[in-house]
């Protein structure tokens, strides 16, 4: 069973958990606890984005952003005080973990490779594979009470957990200010609406590609990563489909968008023995929903900051950007031998969009450039987003 499982398996569980949210979180603003007004978060949106969509049950404020970042990094959110929300979520790899998949707080290993957090803002779904984790809200439960594998431990650990920020003086008076209407704001609730304050703020839009797209400075791309980004929006390659748009997504949401865009793709990553599976526990959306149409259905993530954030795929078990090329070009990974042995680029479900194309070893190196040139520095080295312990150095670049 898988995180994403955990959701679909474990419900009771999950809802005693969003009542504790309801309970616990409805009030507090962010105002002062000496009853002054909140000092209302200022948004950041670079030029040619749209307006995030903000929760109603959960307005943003200075405080209560600057709060979520604390606890996002503070390493007494997990049961034995070893890590934190960003020792999966690392700042100098554009908040991933590098890993093939990520550990959890007690050693247990994920099955799934840890997706970058740039824009997650903008995220019409949270997750690899599961089309009801809809909300950054839903998403931070599952880190923080997943059992199967524990990532934070917080199960039957509740109250344990809150004790260290409630008895945290400096945390005790940060919560009264952000939440001054509550009797006892250090709760679950609380603290999924301060993390996740935090977690929208992240805005990544300043990358060459944005410079010379929304911001009339074409110099800052190289005629080599122009050379790219026509190849990648060509009907050749085919990329834009599922990474198109502002955020390099095909499953965005914001503020005035009316229609649904959870998206969900097949890339031919696998096919074992020929039978169109996928590796067990593993599986994408059919790992919720159970059905044979849903196998190796995973999200398109952004491809915002992509040449900090690998290994790539859900599972991350393709190393290298020139390796993702190979793959869809080939129409579909061949896995010539092993337990996975199969050829992906003949998967039953995979997507009518994943064709083979033919592409020369310069024209990879100009895909290879523009993908360099979606690297957003002032994002990765942004300190509003820096690790206020210390504990997690910047980017060498920084």
Not at 42 to 48: A, D, H, L, S
């Amino acid at each position: 069973m898988n995180r994403e499982r955990l959701l679909a398996s474990r419900v009771p569980r999950l809802h005693y958990v969003m009542l504790i949210m309801l309970l616990a979180g409805c009030g507090g603003s962010g105002g002062g606890g000496d009853g002054s007004p909140p000092t209302q978060y200022n948004w950041q949106v670079p030029p040619g984005f749209p307006t995030p969509r903000e929760d109603p049950d959960n307005p943003l404020s200075e405080e209560k952003v600057a709060l979520g970042r604390l606890l996002f990094y503070d390493r007494r959110m997990s049961i034995n005080q070893k890590m934190g929300c960003a020792d999966c979520r690392l700042p100098a790899l554009a908040f991933t973990d590098g890993r093939t998949t990520s550990e959890g707080t007690l050693g247990d290993m994920h099955p799934r490779n840890a997706m970058s957090m740039t824009n997650v803002v903008y995220n019409a779904s949270q997750n690899w594979a599961n089309p009801n984790t809809l909300t950054l809200s839903q998403q931070a439960l599952v880190p923080m009470f997943g059992e199967v594998p524990v990532e934070l431990g917080w199960t039957d650990h509740e109250d344990e957990i809150l004790a260290r920020f409630a008895a945290d003086p400096d945390y005790a008076s940060r919560f009264a200010t952000v939440y001054p209407d509550e009797e006892n704001p250090v709760s679950v609730g609380n603290v999924v609406k301060a993390l996740v304050a935090f977690e929208m703020t992240m805005i990544s839009g300043n990358a060459p590609v944005d410079k010379a797209t929304y911001q009339d400075q074409p110099e800052a791309l190289s005629d080599s990563a122009r050379r790219g980004m026509d190849l990648f929006f060509s009907e050749r390659l085919e990329c834009f489909h599922c990474h198109g748009g502002f955020n390099f997504s095909s499953a965005v949401d914001h503020d005035g968008l009316v229609f649904e865009q959870v998206e969900f793709h097949n890339n031919g990553l696998y096919n074992i023995n020929g039978t169109g599976d996928y590796p067990h526990g593993n599986q994408g959306v059919h790992d919720v929903t159970h059905k044979l149409e849903d196998r190796g259905m995973f999200k398109a993530p952004t491809l915002r900051n992509i040449a900090l954030t690998a290994p790539y795929m859900h599972d991350g078990s393709i190393e290298t950007l020139d390796a993702v090329i190979d793959h869809y070009a080939r129409g579909g990974r061949l896995i010539e031998e092993g337990p996975y042995a199969g050829d992906g680029a003949k998967h039953p479900l995979k997507s009518s969009l994943l064709a083979s194309f033919q592409i020369t070893e310069q024209e990879k190196r100009d895909l290879l450039a523009f993908f360099d040139a979606l690297t957003d520095w002032e994002f990765i080295c942004d300190p509003r987003f820096s690790d206020p312990f210390g504990n997690l150095p910047p980017h060498s670049d920084c």
